[in-house]
């Protein structure tokens, strides 16, 4: 399965630490999407990053993508309480362009 | 990007029964898609809509039991048949935005007795 899978499961931090959170796949990607879950609500696209790039910044948020270790990882800086979400990865291939999501890191954020 | 509404928002419904999730788009779109996000789990595919075709289904989904119609490039429906508890989830609709993400509906969350 092409399947990314998040690490960690869960993570829980302080306002105003950084967040990080992993994403491995299996097999070669197009592209690797990071999207933010708020409970029970519908997924919100953060950032694409195609194979050929490296890193990605947008806002407070930055994405990096390791082809040789097929690993992505997703930095949130300075957390907010807003910031609460569960993050999903979502990796797609030559052939099959719709997204296949990983289980998703839960992310808490006290004030 | 999209703008994309579901109804209903939630629902409970007893064993046996179907319930029919409805999809609507502010704009025209090729292709809609269904996914179901069960309790704490990822998001799996269900179907492919493109309008005045049949959907296509995944691995594991049949027609018989998750029906899709597709009447024009702004609507969808899904309707989840014959309902079990198994089928408690969310259901999620989404439409292809540019370069090649995904718009995603609010989703529908369904709890079945």
Not at chain 2, 40 to 69: C, H, M, R, W
Not at chain 2, 92 to 100: A, R
């Amino acid at each position: 399965s092409q399947q990314g899978e998040e690490d960690p499961q869960a993570l829980s931090i302080q306002e105003g630490e950084n967040a990080t959170m992993n994403c491995s796949y299996k097999t070669s990607i197009n592209n690797l999407q990071w999207y933010r879950q708020n409970s029970g609500r519908g997924l919100v696209h953060l950032i694409l990053i195609r194979s050929n790039e490296r890193e990605k910044h947008s806002g407070r948020l930055r994405v990096t993508l390791d082809t040789s270790k097929k690993s992505s990882s997703l930095l949130i800086t300075a957390s907010r309480a807003a910031d609460t979400a569960s993050y999903f990865c979502a990796t797609d291939w030559e052939g099959s362009y719709i997204p296949t999501f990983g289980r998703g890191t839960s992310l808490i954020v006290h004030p | 990007s999209a703008v994309i509404s579901q109804k209903p928002s939630r629902d409970i419904c007893q064993r046996g029964t179907s319930l029919t999730i409805q999809c609507q788009v502010d704009s025209q779109v090729t292709m809609m898609f269904w996914y179901r996000q069960q309790p704490g789990q990822s998001l799996t595919l269900i179907a492919t809509a493109n309008q005045g075709s049949e959907a296509t289904y995944e691995s594991g989904f049949v027609i018989d039991k998750f029906p899709i119609s597709r009447p024009n490039l702004t609507f969808s429906t899904l309707t989840v048949s014959n309902m079990s508890p198994e089928d408690s989830s969310i259901y999620l609709c989404s439409v292809e935005g540019l370069s090649e993400t995904q718009y995603f509906g609010p989703g529908t969350r369904l709890l079945v007795l």
